[in-house]
């Protein structure tokens, strides 16, 4: 449905969508999954009705116990109503009275046997579980309805006469006015923008969402998870559940605009882990958003990224451990901007944001971007990304975005340099390795030829003995000059 929803969302005018089925399931830790898919169909102009393609049934929801008794009844609500009647029988045994006999009822959570004082314990302090199951997610007819009605449409069920109700969709998908207005301002700054429709006489219907995110058109439809990052912005306080760095580093100058590649890093044990026992593995999800803003607070680009993953038991503690990372480059003319940045933990319904400056100020003469320490090193095996700024011939690099680095670690430092075009003196780079403010090493590495893109890669290997570090590098061509610095602090 989700991708359903993606495909129709970008599709210009209103869309309407006809479900038929036997309802749909609302899993209890995925409520604000469903919801942001339906603000996803919202915020596209899909309109969902709906029908339970069961009808009535000859003893659907009757409370005769002998109604149907060689073929038991089914119905949208019988599991929801058996659910609630069992949570109300474990509140009226909550007192002195005996709990014997005490039985969940068949088709819901299993039967547990005669109860013992543990597992009448148990299933009373599992009270408001049932409840809260029977209410958001055993009646699948239910989150039929709030689909259609949500999105404007409604829902046809417990009837076998469906004709008329049929004819009613079509009248409202043939017979409706769209209402279009200019709000009262047009700056893209992200936010919630509420919207409220009055009738001004009686007998009329109207249809309409909640509001939207104020958003720059980018011929891409927002995402649910996109959504999930707007909404986390837009909460006051903003939201701080766990850690996670995000910066930007700066690499060519191109046609007056730079290209910054914005970085994320984050230890994947802040995430939620949710255990799928029947099949022994866990699942992670995650998805980064970041708003890259100028001076009046307005969006001019942004970065998403989508993350979710599955992890074998046998593999969880080793990944467990590791570092989720992600880089994308965006292109930015000279000016001073602020990069909103989120990470959403879907499993565990949290978020953390934070915010960094980009004073993008134009680089004359030759080029030098700034200087990363490597975390990995990949071989490359599809062909270079040239708007990617981390990818060079046949190599990829995972850079660190911290500047604390743990023992053991084996630092390299990975920049580009961009020779001037038009000066044929050949560039000359000198580098310097500072400890404690003290120059320990110098090096002159030779500069080769700049690749297709223009650039020439630099990698080069950094001390891995323990101390606080500064690489200061200069690269001159002729009479022009560039100097650019990385400070870092490597654990004992």
């Known amino acids: 449905m989700k991708g359903l929803i993606g495909q129709l969302g970008p599709l210009p005018f209103h869309k309407t969508v006809l479900l038929l089925g036997t309802g749909l399931t609302r899993p209890p830790d995925q409520l604000e999954y469903w919801d942001s898919m339906i603000r996803s169909a919202i915020g596209g102009g899909v309109t969902f009705y709906a029908a339970d393609v069961y009808g009535l049934g000859v003893c659907q929801d009757d409370p005769n116990p002998?109604?149907?008794?060689?073929?038991?009844?089914?119905?949208?609500?019988?599991?929801?109503?058996?659910?609630?009647?069992?949570?109300?029988?474990?509140s009226a045994q909550q007192g002195p009275a005996s709990l014997k006999g005490l039985q969940p009822p068949p088709g819901t959570i299993g039967n547990l046997g005669p109860p013992t004082l543990t597992t009448q314990t148990m299933e009373l302090a599992h009270q408001d579980d049932y409840v809260r199951f029977a209410v958001s997610s055993a009646n699948p007819q239910e989150a039929l309805r709030?689909?259609?009605?949500?999105?404007?449409?409604?829902?046809?069920?417990?009837?076998?006469n469906v004709d008329q109700l049929l004819a009613h969709v079509m009248e409202e998908v043939d017979t409706h006015y769209e209402i279009a207005y200019p709000p009262k301002t047009e700056r893209d700054d992200g936010h919630f923008r509420k919207i409220e429709v009055k009738l001004a006489r009686a007998g009329l219907r109207i249809e309409t969402r909640n509001g939207y995110f104020a958003l720059p058109d980018t011929g891409h439809a927002l995402t649910p998870e996109e959504m999930a990052g707007?909404?986390?912005?837009?909460?006051?306080?903003?939201?701080?559940?766990?850690d996670f760095l995000s910066r930007a580093y700066r690499f060519r100058d191109?046609?007056?605009?730079?290209?910054?590649?914005?970085?994320?890093?984050?230890?994947?044990?802040?995430?939620?882990?949710?255990?799928?026992?029947?099949?022994?593995?866990?699942?992670?999800?995650?998805?980064?958003?970041?708003?890259?803003?100028?001076?009046?607070?307005?969006?001019?680009?942004?970065?998403?990224?989508?993350?979710?993953?599955?992890?074998?038991?046998?593999?969880?503690?080793?990944?467990?451990?590791?570092?989720?990372?992600?880089?994308?480059?965006?292109?930015?003319?000279?000016?001073?901007?602020?990069?909103?940045?989120?990470?959403?933990?879907?499993?565990?319904?949290?978020?953390?944001?934070?915010?960094?400056?980009?004073?993008?100020r134009q680089q004359r003469g030759i080029g030098l971007s700034d200087l990363a320490v490597v975390r990995k090193l990949e071989n490359l095996t599809t062909p270079v990304d040239p708007a990617d700024p981390f990818e060079y011939t046949g190599k990829r690099v995972l850079p660190f975005v911290t500047s604390?680095?743990?023992?053991?670690?084996?630092?390299?430092?990975?920049?580009?340099?961009?020779?001037?075009?038009g000066n044929g003196a050949k560039p000359v780079l000198h580098v310097r390795l500072?400890?404690?403010?003290?120059?320990?090493?110098?090096?002159?590495?030779?500069?080769?030829?700049?690749?297709?893109?223009?650039?020439?890669?630099?990698?080069?290997?950094?001390?891995?003995?323990?101390g606080s570090y500064e690489v200061r590098a200069t690269i001159a061509q002729g009479s022009s000059s560039t100097e650019g610095t990385l400070k870092y602090t490597l654990a004992r």
């Not at 989508?306 to 880089?327: A, G, I, L, N, R």
């Not at 120059?439 to 290997?461: E, F, N, Q, Y």
Request: aromatic share 8%.
């Open 66 to 90: 002998n109604c149907g008794a060689q073929d038991p009844p089914h119905s949208a609500t019988a599991t929801a109503q058996a659910m609630l009647g069992y949570a109300a029988s474990l």
């Open 146 to 160: 709030e689909l259609a009605e949500r999105t404007g449409g409604f829902l046809i069920a417990n009837t076998n």
């Open 230 to 242: 707007l909404r986390a912005f837009d909460t006051q306080p903003q939201p701080h559940a766990f």
């Open 254 to 360: 191109s046609g007056g605009h730079a290209q910054y590649a914005i970085a994320f890093e984050m230890p994947i044990s802040n995430l939620t882990a949710t255990a799928e026992e029947s099949v022994h593995r866990r699942r992670f999800h995650a998805s980064l958003l970041a708003l890259v803003k100028n001076a009046d607070g307005v969006i001019v680009d942004r970065v998403s990224k989508d993350v979710p993953s599955e992890v074998s038991d046998d593999q969880f503690e080793k990944v467990h451990w590791e570092f989720m990372t992600y880089q994308k480059a965006v292109n930015l003319p000279p000016a001073h901007y602020t990069v909103e940045t989120a990470v959403v933990d879907h499993e565990g319904n949290r978020a953390s944001t934070g915010t960094f400056e980009i004073d993008n």
């Open 404 to 421: 604390n680095l743990l023992a053991g670690t084996r630092p390299f430092v990975y920049f580009m340099i961009y020779p001037k075009a």
């Open 434 to 466: 500072l400890k404690d403010g003290r120059t320990i090493a110098t090096l002159r590495p030779d500069v080769a030829a700049s690749d297709s893109s223009g650039g020439v890669p630099m990698l080069l290997k950094l001390t891995d003995k323990p």
